[in-house]
């Protein structure tokens, strides 16, 4: 049941892409998510979506994980395109009743569900090709600079690790708990919103309760383990930046340049 | 201070409020004990008897009320040397899912000597080392959440291991185990003890993992209310009931023949021994 659940899903493999540094993934997602919405005509889409198809094919990831992933967001995308194919005001084409369809409508709401799955499937696509751990990684060490001014960078990396740790126990708890309460007759699934609600309340109490319990245990295993914050920690992987990290860093830094140098260019 | 002692518990007493009239309980009473370096020390004593009390104590996790503990003679009270007392005496706990750090096995079993800032050469060589003395090598780059309860539970000592630690204390650590689990768990802390010369704490009250240990101490309300071998323990079965505690299936057996007019020696703790007997 909701073992099946996948968060972060990451698509394990040994493709360049897999193995660059996590900072140079997360920086170009950055270049990437920025560059969008500096775009303002359709044709670079033509190289955002030569770049997505690059790395889907040289990271070897199944089509089907991408759309996957696209799919609990479709609603999102519709009312997206739904809102702007209205409400866009301009040259009339189209009149149902009170709903009006301009010329500018239409290109405007194809353009931002676009824009919209693109971002969805650029950022899905460091998640597939990196692991939590090597994510977390990334995270703290492109924060550390800030941690002069007083943002908590590795116990941020430290809380997402936990957490990340502990999803998967806790979902299967969940699942054990919910199977134990309707073994005794307890009904999830049915009623209304304001019962199922109510249902649910024997399944969070004792979720709760064993979830702070593992917190406090938690806390004292890493106590024993020496654990005092991140200052003269050593690591197992340490994160290197490799003469390709380089190289992708540059040409990626020159692609999204020129990217977002075409709002510019052609106006 | 004598070389062989490992730990040295010395008149300790550990103090709590009672929640319900704010009273002064105790956990732990007026305790005395030499660990003896390398021995396998194995502590009984019935729910609430206050053995996590005890390992939490020579952890440095919390301080006596009274008395002293030394670890390889630290005071455990020197808050300069609690992290040379805690990877020292190592400590693993009962729930291994609530011991693990890290999403990836071996990354689990660095977490320790990561705080203590290893060089990453020797950490890589410690974390495999510690892999592989618990055989569980061709799991490092698993995730510990799809391992069995005896694997994580291993993971966890290997993760301790990896500390270099001279003692260990296990609190319970077959507890939430299956039987196959047990197994692994007892043989991988015997191998500790007799191959790599750990001194060992073991909490259990699984009487058969007390067999084979060098000494028993049985702790009631806080006291120490006996202490010995195996065989000088286990002999007084009737005490053991007294304080709510069972005696080894064989002795239990040996005893009940025993009430029923046979006569044989009341120090059988093994299965082999007593067809040694027959
Ligand atoms: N800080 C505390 N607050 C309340 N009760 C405590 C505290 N510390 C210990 N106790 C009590 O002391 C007794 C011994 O606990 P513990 O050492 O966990 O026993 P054991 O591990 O042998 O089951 C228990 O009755 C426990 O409730
Ligand atoms: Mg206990």
Redesign the interface.
């Known amino acids: 049941m909701l073992k099946d659940i996948t968060i972060g899903q990451y698509f394990p493999g040994t493709s360049i892409i897999h193995k660059l540094d996590p900072r140079v993934k997360i920086v170009v997602v950055a270049m990437f998510i920025a560059s969008l919405f500096f775009v303002t005509s359709f044709w670079p889409y033509v190289l955002i979506v030569a770049f997505i198809g690059t790395i889907i094919s040289v990271a070897k990831l199944p089509l089907k994980f991408i759309i996957k992933g696209l799919k609990p967001l479709m609603f999102i995308i519709l009312i997206t395109f739904a809102i702007n194919l209205f409400l866009t005001k301009g040259e009339v084409l189209l009149e149902l009743g009170p709903l009006t369809i301009t010329k500018e409508g239409l290109r405007q709401s194809v353009f931002m569900a676009l824009r919209l799955v693109f971002l969805i499937t650029g950022t899905s696509l460091l998640t597939l090709t990196t692991s939590p751990i090597a994510l977390t990684d990334g995270i703290e060490r492109l924060l550390s600079p800030f941690k002069k001014i007083g943002l908590p960078a590795h116990e941020l990396a430290m809380m997402m690790t936990i957490a990340l740790r502990f999803i998967p126990t806790l979902l299967e708890e969940t699942d054990k708990i919910m199977k134990a309460q309707m073994a005794r007759g307890a009904d999830f699934e049915s009623g209304n919103i304001l019962n199922r609600a109510k249902n649910l309340v024997p399944l969070l109490v004792p979720l709760f309760i064993n979830a702070f319990r593992r917190a406090d245990e938690l806390a004292t295993a890493m106590e024993a383990r020496c654990y005092r914050g991140g200052d003269g920690r050593t690591r197992l992987n340490e994160l290197k930046f490799r003469s390709r990290d380089y190289v992708v860093l540059a040409s990626m830094v020159v692609f999204f340049g020129l990217i977002i140098s075409t709002r510019y260019l052609v106006s | 201070m004598n070389e062989d002692i490992m730990i040295k518990i010395e008149n300790v007493s550990f103090e709590y409020s009672s929640f319900i009239d704010e009273s002064i309980q105790l956990a732990v009473k007026d305790l005395s004990l030499d660990v003896i370096r390398g021995e396998f020390l194995v502590v009984l004593g019935h729910n609430g008897s206050g053995k996590s009390t005890l390992a939490?104590m020579i952890?440095g996790?919390i301080m006596p009320s009274k008395g002293e503990i030394f670890v390889n003679g630290l005071n455990t009270r020197d808050e300069d040397k609690i992290?040379d007392i805690?990877?020292t005496a190592?400590?693993v706990?009962q729930?291994p899912?609530?011991?693990?750090?890290?999403?990836?096995v071996?990354?689990d079993v660095?977490?320790?000597?990561?705080?203590?800032?290893?060089?990453?050469r020797e950490?890589?060589k410690r974390?495999d080392d510690a892999l592989e003395t618990v055989e569980m090598t061709e799991y490092k780059n698993h995730?510990?959440?799809l391992l069995s309860g005896g694997q994580k539970q291993r993971v966890a000592i290997a993760?301790?291991l990896a500390?270099e630690p001279d003692c260990i204390i296990f609190d319970e650590p077959t507890a939430m185990l299956d039987p196959v689990g047990r197994l692994e768990v007892m043989d991988t802390i015997k191998k500790l003890n007799k191959e790599k010369g750990k001194t060992i704490i073991l909490i259990t009250h699984f009487m058969d993992e007390a067999v084979e240990a060098d000494r028993v101490m049985v702790l009631n309300e806080g006291e120490a209310v006996m202490l010995g071998t195996p065989k000088e323990i286990f002999r007084q079965v009737e005490r053991l009931k007294e304080l709510g505690l069972d005696v080894p299936q064989v002795t239990e057996l040996v005893f009940e023949l025993n009430n029923e007019g046979y006569t044989f020696r009341d120090d059988v703790l093994s299965v082999e021994e007593l067809v040694n007997l027959l």
């Open positions: 939490k952890n996790l992290w805690r990877s190592g400590m706990f729930n899912d609530n011991q693990i750090v890290a999403t990836i071996e990354e660095a977490f320790g000597p990561e705080n203590l800032g290893i060089p990453q950490l890589r974390v995730a510990p959440h993760g301790i500390m």
